[in-house]
């Protein structure tokens, strides 16, 4: 802290780093605003003061270089708290939004401790910026980099993981609390925990309750960011005044990658929780408002976000400032990835158009601090921009949409969808062969934070979002749910037992397929949202992780490890390379073949339920060198039994039974040296209804 101090001796101090940087017993504060007149450093005493301790004006003759505000504050020491106050033109319409009134968070702290009020008042409550050291023992950490073609990701949230009470953990709902799971993430498999925004984020911005039982709502997600480089202090067993959730954060991170697991962080550059003009001014709207935000000429935001705003990610300072924030996650945090929320908004212009070849994407993908890292997008936003395939550059791996809904449609036995589940189990090639990208830039997925659990999607016909307080109007209306009975818990164990199987069976279609799979944390214990697919604002135990269900439902839970363990145990399934259709192989076979039930070649122009999918054991012509066992997948989405005729293996081996996500038996998927051997006819299996059968020989 500030030690009482309520005057300090100052220097001119320097441009940069940006935010604050202790120094031999100083500190060096940094912001940037072009179109400031004036700007004032405050430092307070303890948090919740309602005054600062010293206000310090900025002289733009010895404090002002180019467009960056700057001064070196001697006697401060870590856990000093400060805001700016910055003030400028006063014109809406031109774009400018200054107000010396109102106290400014700086973009570039490191942490911030305190409360925002409960409502969008323009005011930042008691929250302060703090002052920290980042020297941390990293004890000889190293990053992973486990490659892209080997990764299953775990997408979940810090909080909603270990909240509730049957977690087991000592510091439910933080960083620490993660830590205490790690055992677990290893005993599933999973090489990447993705995590929903850990920055830091206004969860008291709603005016709206739960019109079910009265209760306020809060942001729960976090998808509107205040602090850029800040961890979440709700997040954190420490003490936020003086910035120990940083030093939380990289305790997680160093604990995760000696158990050999990287850590992803989900970043918003897209938009900030200030919104619209009638939202609050927290940081950027105060400092530059036309520099950082996307305006109409009216000066009003464009809001491609759907939240308001619009971050103008193209402007050359914001450029930078986007790019330094993510290498200081990587340099001081050590993350090993980023999966970008609404990307495109990352690749339009200061008019809002959509760029060829956007800078921003490119020098991410290009930049030398970043190249080892994973760079995920979300390659669409809320304006109509929808780019899976097409997202700029080799670098840029993407979350597929298109898997998502073409095996949601083959489950719930659409017409014709046969056809978009075998384009999408091999790679989707349609999508990213043309580019130059592999099999490892689809990020596959069928369920997400954002819409059902895949519990939910076989249970509920449509969203059920009252809770939310806005009429059932959010959330996303065509889920292409695959409930064929009556919605929500059933009494009836034959549904049960049909929905179990339909969770298995889209489990194995997603870690069995090409490209690299992404698990909804809690879908491998059956979790359910009660039919809620928009749960941002559900702060309970709607969106926390029930550990109950690991007894009861167990049985899913291990067919979910052994199934990410076969995964990695064969190279078929992990191609670097989009299979040809032909023989690589001199034994006649191509290295993908597909099969109608009767064992014909597949008509694709036929309207059927069921196909077949022969995959080549032998080693590709580039990448992967070493051989692998034949495979062959049956499908059957439809109510009835299946009856496949089974073709002969490329290697003359008899087929062996790996998987049948219809068995109910602990014995449903083998593990290697366990497959069962068919019975004496090789010539016929029989799938039931809404299976996935796997058969290896070799």
């Known amino acids: ?9 100052t220097r001119p101090g320097h441009p940069l780093p940006f935010g604050s940087t202790l120094l031999n017993g100083a500190c060096r504060f940094s912001v940037f605003s072009r179109n400031a007149t004036a700007v004032s450093l405050l430092l307070y005493e303890r948090p919740g003061d309602p005054a600062p301790a010293r206000e310090i004006k900025l002289d733009p003759r010895l404090n002002r270089t180019g467009d960056i505000w700057h001064v070196e504050v001697q006697g401060v020491r870590q856990g000093q708290l400060y805001l700016w106050r910055v003030d400028g033109p006063r014109d809406p319409a031109a774009g400018h939004r200054f107000d010396p009134d109102r106290l400014l968070i700086d973009p570039g702290a490191k942490a911030l401790t305190g409360e925002f009020g409960w409502k969008s008042d323009n005011d930042i409550g008691t929250v302060r910026c703090v002052v920290v050291n980042n020297d941390f023992d990293w004890d000889d950490d190293r990053q992973p980099r486990i490659p892209l073609r080997d990764s299953v990701i775990y997408e979940t949230h810090v909080r909603g993981f270990t909240r509730h009470g049957s977690s087991g953990v000592a510091s439910p709902g933080t960083f620490e609390g993660l830590v205490e799971k790690i055992d677990y993430f290893k005993s599933l498999g999973i090489t990447a925990v993705e995590l929903l925004p850990v920055h830091e ?77 009638t939202g609050p001014t927290i940081s950027f709207r105060g400092l530059d408002n036309r520099i950082y935000y996307l305006l109409r000429e009216d000066g009003r935001y464009f809001n491609f976000s759907g939240c308001g705003n619009t971050v103008n990610c193209n402007h050359p300072v914001v450029r930078s400032f986007i790019r330094n924030c993510l290498r200081y996650w990587v340099v001081e945090m050590h993350v090993d990835g980023f999966r970008f929320d609404l990307a495109s908004i990352l690749g339009r212009d200061t008019k809002g158009c959509l760029i060829e070849n956007p800078p921003l994407l490119e020098s991410i993908a290009e930049d030398p601090i970043l190249r080892h890292v994973k760079i995920i997008a979300e390659a669409w936003d809320a304006a109509g921009a929808y780019q899976v395939g097409s997202f700029h550059g080799e670098r840029w791996s993407e979350w597929n949409g298109r898997f998502r809904d073409d095996v949601r449609r083959f489950w719930r036995g659409e017409a014709l969808s046969r056809n978009g589940l075998a384009t999408r189990i091999t790679g989707s090639s349609d999508l990213y062969s043309a580019s130059g990208k592999l099999p490892r830039n689809s990020i596959n997925f069928i369920t997400a934070h954002d819409g059902f659990t895949l519990y939910d999607l076989v249970s509920y016909s449509r969203k059920h979002n009252r809770m939310n307080g806005e009429g059932d109007r959010d959330g996303e209306g065509n889920n292409l749910c695959l409930n064929f009975g009556p919605e929500g818990p059933s009494a009836d164990p034959e549904l049960e037992r049909m929905r179990l199987r339909l969770v298995r069976s889209c489990l194995a279609t997603l870690l069995l397929s090409q490209g690299v799979p992404m698990l909804l944390a809690g879908d491998e214990l059956g979790r359910t949202q009660h039919g809620n697919n928009n749960a941002w604002c559900q702060d309970n135990e ?69 196909l077949a999918c022969f995959l080549s054991g032998a080693a590709e012509e580039t990448g992967r060198a070493e051989a692998d066992c034949d495979f062959l997948l049956l499908f059957n989405a439809g109510r009835s039994d299946c009856y496949f005729a089974l073709p002969p293996s490329a290697n003359g081996e008899p087929w062996r039974r790996v998987l049948d996500s219809a068995d109910e038996s602990e014995g449903c998927i083998c593990g290697p040296g366990q497959e069962r051997p068919l019975l004496e006819d090789q010539s016929v299996y029989t799938a039931r209804g809404r299976s996935v059968v796997l058969l290896s020989a070799g």
Not at 569 to 594: I, T, Y
Request: glycine content about 12%.
């Open 1 to 9: 802290m500030s030690a009482g101090k309520s005057d300090f001796q």
């Open 201 to 277: 984020f206004n969860e008291n911005e709603l005016v709206l309750d739960n019109p079910l039982n009265g209760q306020r709502l809060r942001n729960f997600w976090g998808y509107s960011t205040v602090g850029f480089f800040a961890p979440n202090g709700r997040y954190s067993a420490g003490d936020t005044a003086l910035g120990e959730q940083v030093t939380g954060f990289k305790r997680m991170v160093r604990a995760f990658h000696q158990a050999g697991l990287e850590v992803i962080l989900d970043v918003v550059f897209n938009h900030t929780a200030e919104g619209d003009e």
């Open 542 to 610: 709607i969106s926390w992780i029930d550990w109950g269900l690991l007894g009861k439902n167990g049985h899913l839970q291990r067919f979910t490890c052994s199934l990410v363990a076969l995964r990695r145990g064969h190279g078929v399934f992990r191609r670097n390379s989009f299979f040809e259709g032909r023989d690589h192989n001199g034994d006649g076979r191509a290295d993908v073949e597909w099969y109608e039930p009767d064992g014909r070649p597949l008509c694709w122009g036929e309207d059927r339920p069921a």
